[in-house]
C-alpha cells in the first residue's frame, strides 16, 4: 500500500534532514543516529539522499512502522 503523498505546500513539514533528525522522531534521541545509519544498511529503512544528506519523510515512516507492525513477529521455539 502506497502512502498517499501530501500536498506540496506540506512536503517540507514532511521532510526530516539528516540521520539526527530521523533518530530524533524514530527513537526520541538525535544521538541514535548511528542507528538509524545501521537500520538504513540492513533493514530497508524508507530514506533517500540529497545530496550527501540522509533523508527520510514523517509519513513515510510511520506507514513502514505500521507494515513492520502488521507483519507480526513469531518467537522461535526453545
Given at each position: 500500500?502506497?502512502?498517499?503523498?501530501?500536498?506540496?505546500?506540506?512536503?517540507?513539514?514532511?521532510?526530516?534532514?539528516g540521520?539526527?533528525?530521523?533518530?530524533?522522531?524514530l527513537?526520541?534521541?538525535?544521538?541514535?543516529?548511528?542507528?538509524?545509519?545501521?537500520?538504513?544498511?540492513?533493514?530497508?529503512?524508507?530514506?533517500?539522499?540529497?545530496?550527501?544528506?540522509?533523508?527520510?519523510?514523517?509519513s513515510v515512516?510511520?506507514e513502514?512502522?505500521?507494515?513492520?507492525?502488521?507483519?507480526?513477529?513469531?518467537?522461535?521455539?526453545?
Amino acid at each position: 500500500m502506497q502512502p498517499t503523498p501530501p500536498p506540496p505546500h506540506e512536503l517540507s513539514g514532511d521532510l526530516l534532514r539528516g540521520a539526527d533528525r530521523i533518530a530524533e522522531f524514530l527513537f526520541g534521541d538525535a544521538s541514535e543516529r548511528r542507528k538509524v545509519y545501521h537500520l538504513a544498511e540492513t533493514s530497508r529503512l524508507p530514506v533517500f539522499r540529497l545530496g550527501s544528506m540522509l533523508c527520510a519523510r514523517r509519513s513515510v515512516l510511520l506507514e513502514w512502522i505500521r507494515h513492520q507492525e502488521n507483519r507480526g513477529w513469531t518467537r522461535p521455539r526453545a
